[in-house]
Each structure stands twice: as C-alpha cells, then as structure tokens.
C-alpha cells in the first residue's frame, strides 16, 4: 500500500474523516489535493470530537499532514482550524505543510458565490456558500491570488487593486456595498501571519516520500457525483475529484497510487440541490435523517437521505478504479424492516447507465429496486465481520456484488474503533 486514495464514491459525507483517521496510524503522509472548507470531515477519537475543513483527517496521527497546491484556502478557517488543533494538544510545527500555490478564498468569492446563488433562483446549486465556485473561477482565468503573492507586500496589492477593479462594479449592479483596498488586505495579513509559519511547498517531499515508498494517504474531499466534470453538473462543486485529480492537485504521478478505497455509505445523502434518484422523501427518509444524524458537517443543512444507488458506486468504481471500498453507518440501518437497493435505472423501460444523459435526465430515470430483509438487531459497535447478523452480512455481500469489488472496511459506528476490518 504505498500510496491510497480515499474517496467518497456519493454526494459527500460519506464518512471520510473516519476513515481516513483510522487508517492514519499507518500513513506517513496525508494529502489534501482539491476543495477547500467546503470540506466537513468528522473525526472522534481519543482527543475529542473534530470537524475538519481544511487540515487533513490524519493529523492525529505520526504523519505530515500536506494540504497541497490544489486546495483553496479561507485564511481565517485555516488558522481558526489550526488553533482549534494546538489547544487540543496536537502538535502541529513542522507536520503541516501548506503549498504557496494554493489560491486564497478572497471576501469577495464569498459574497459572489451568494449572489450568484441569488441570481439563479430556484436553479440554484445549493452551495455550501463557501466562496467555492468563484475562487476556482478566478484560478482558471487567471485572476487568482495565492499565497505565494502574499509573501511579497507589494505584490499582493497590486494583484489585489486589479481584483476590485474587476469585482466591486460586479458587487454594486447587484447591490452590494463595494469592498475597500484597505480593509481587505488587514483581514487577510492578519489572518496569513497566524498561518505563514506553515507554508512548506509539499511536492518535493511527497515526491521523495513516493520514491522511497512511504505511505501515502490521498484524502479526497466532496465525492465523485460533485466532481466539476463527471458529477451532477451544474449541481456539483469547482474542483476535480476523481483519482485524476492527484496529480494536478499535489504533483505525485498517479502511477504511484496503488490503491484507491471508495468510501460508501450503506445508503445514499446528499446536501444541496440536483438529482437523487434513490431519494425518500416519506418517514423512512426522516427515519434515516435522525438515525444517522444527517445534518451538514459544514453548514449544519438538513442532509436529504435515500436508499443505497448501486448505479453510482458502480460508475464511481469503474471512474476511479476502486480496488475496494469501505462501507460506513451500517448500524444506522439496524431497525429497517426491508432495505432497498437500486440496482440500476431504466428510461422508457429501457436499462440506461448514470453517463447515459446529465442531471435533467438523472432527474427522469427509474431506479430499479431489489428488496432485501432487514436484520432488525444491533451492529453498533461490531469489529468482526462473522458477528454481524446473517442478514446484515448478505446485505454487504449484496452490495460487493453490484458494485464488483470488496468491502474491506465496514464502519458501524461514529468513533475510531467502530470498525470491522477485513
Ligand atoms: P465526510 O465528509 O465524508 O468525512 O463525512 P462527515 O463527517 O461529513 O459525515 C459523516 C458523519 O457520520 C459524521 O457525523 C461521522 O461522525 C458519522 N459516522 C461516520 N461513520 C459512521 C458509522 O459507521 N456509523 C454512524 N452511526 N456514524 C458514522
Ligand atoms: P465533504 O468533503 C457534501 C455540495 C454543496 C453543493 C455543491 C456545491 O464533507 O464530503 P460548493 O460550496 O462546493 O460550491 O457547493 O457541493 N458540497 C458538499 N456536499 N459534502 C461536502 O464535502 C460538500 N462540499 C460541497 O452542498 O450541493
Ligand atoms: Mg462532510
């Protein structure tokens, strides 16, 4: 296992933060490649309960956390984050390495992001409201700030004197207050002083680290179906999730990934707008809501709950190249007395596949359900496989099947420990 990508293979919130957690005693290095604090990953261990938006899930760990070149970055989220970190005893100097390429999520991404949201009304994506989508944005159109423009004073204005040339008009046709020069740049060195000791380019000792064989965990934010290319567009987020990701993101060919986990709930959430075929929107829905505890790690949303899309993970598996996948709240499905399973869609009775149309035609398929018992006792807790219900293990068996590889992680709990490892 020398280098593994973890990726939620969903609509998010799949339960990377856990993983990832779990799997870090053995990690060297965690890289964060893509996202920014759109990110909220949950991790409940021995020094507390963390939602994470920025620094990688491993940081609890021996490894080097490296939040890498394609990941945006909110200044004040990060420091806040780190500071969050150090007062609960982590360690952090010389174990977070921050690229100067990230580009910085500026006050004004934030309200274009609302605006554009606005705008679009009732097509809007339901975005975290993060500033996502116009920092991304402003990167390929090469209006983007970076950290490495902060470490010359000068330069930060001057880039920065353009951008509000380009965005106050933009502000003011949509009612907003302008935004001063002056204000702008003490909110930003005020927050960039409290995190420029951490700025490390990564890639040199990922690169090294790859050479040498060390293991590295890749830890994917969002999850496929978000992917700016192959999720639900528009109902998706700015950056490139999939495994090709990688190398963009941090630098590390992909040559050198030897093993991708798709993390997978048993069921199916997703927070924001788009198409979801699986969704329930009856008291079984609500049931899964309050079991699972489906509210946005970031935002606090209600998450919209269904039953497990095995046309998804299936796409997700043959995008990436899972070599397994790692199922997670498998106890939340404990009570249920039937479970479904969407084992695939058809369009005007026709067998059809996710890529067959975009998220209008997402929106008019059929999910074709297969019913299985439920196992109706409790899994909560459960570290070996042989100890799960029967019923509960033909459900997994179930799911490796339809999605053709194994499940060698089966999560049946929040904390570190509710594990079955296989
Ligand atoms: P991420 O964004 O993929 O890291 O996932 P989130 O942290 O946003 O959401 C997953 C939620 O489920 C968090 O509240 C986790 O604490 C919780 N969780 C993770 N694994 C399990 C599990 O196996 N069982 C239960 N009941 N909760 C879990
Ligand atoms: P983790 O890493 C779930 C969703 C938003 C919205 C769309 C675009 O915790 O799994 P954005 O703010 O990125 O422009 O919003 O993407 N979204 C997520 N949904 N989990 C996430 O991250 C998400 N990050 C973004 O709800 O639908
Ligand atoms: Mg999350």
């Given at each position: 296992m020398a280098a593994t990508l973890i990726i939620g293979s969903q609509w998010g919130d799949e339960g990377k933060g856990k993983i990832i957690d779990f799997l870090s005693a053995k990690a060297d290095y965690i890289v964060r490649y893509q996202g920014g604090n759109n990110a909220g990953h949950t991790v409940i261990n021995n020094y507390g309960t963390f939602p994470l938006h920025l620094v990688p899930s491993g940081i609890f760990s021996k490894a080097t956390a490296c939040i890498s070149n394609g990941t945006v970055l909110d200044l004040e989220v990060l420091a806040e984050e780190i500071a969050m970190l150090e007062k609960a005893g982590i360690k952090l100097n010389g174990r977070l390495l921050i690229s100067p390429r990230c580009h910085i999520i500026m006050p004004y991404h934030k309200l274009l992001d609302k605006l554009y949201e606005q705008a679009k009304g009732?097509?809007?994506?339901?975005?975290?409201?993060?500033g996502i989508g116009p920092v991304y944005a402003d990167k390929v159109s090469y209006q983007g700030i970076r950290l490495y423009d902060l470490m010359n004073k000068k330069q930060f204005s001057d880039k920065l004197k353009v951008q509000l040339r380009i965005k106050n008009p933009i502000l003011k046709v949509f009612g907003e207050n302008p935004l001063t020069q002056k204000n702008v740049e003490k909110m930003i060195f005020k927050a960039y002083s409290k995190i420029k000791s951490f700025i490390v380019e990564p890639y040199p000792v990922l690169s090294k680290a790859a050479k040498n064989n060390k293991h590295i965990l890749f830890e994917a934010a969002q999850a496929v179906f978000l992917d700016n290319d192959w999720g639900t567009y528009p109902y998706v987020?700015?950056?490139?999730?999939?495994?090709?990701g990688i190398n963009a993101g941090c630098g590390i060919p992909v040559q050198n990934i030897t093993d991708v986990i798709g993390v997978v709930k048993a069921y199916t959430t997703r927070v924001g707008e788009g198409p979801f075929p699986t969704e329930l929107l009856d008291k079984e829905g609500a049931y899964l809501q309050k079991k699972g505890a489906?509210?946005?790690?970031?935002?606090?949303r209600p998450r919209r709950c269904g039953w497990f899309d095995a046309e998804l993970v299936r796409f997700a598996c043959e995008l990436n190249g899972f070599t397994s996948i790692a199922i997670t709240k498998l106890d939340v499905l404990d009570t249920m007395k039937q479970i479904k399973i969407c084992t695939g869609y058809t369009y005007r009775g026709k067998p059809v596949r996710y890529y067959d149309g975009d998220a209008e035609f997402l929106k008019k398929i059929k999910p074709v359900y297969k019913i299985l018992p439920g196992w109706q006792q409790s899994t909560k807790g459960i570290t070996q496989f042989e100890k799960l219900p029967q019923k509960a293990q033909n459900y997994i068996k179930e799911l490796e099947k339809l999605i053709g590889v194994k499940a060698i992680y089966i999560s049946?709990?929040?904390?570190?420990?509710?594990i079955i490892a296989r």
């Open positions: 009732a097509g809007k994506t339901g975005t975290t409201g993060r987020t700015a950056s490139s999730i999939t495994t090709g489906e509210f946005g790690a970031t935002t606090g049946t709990g929040p904390k570190r420990e509710e």
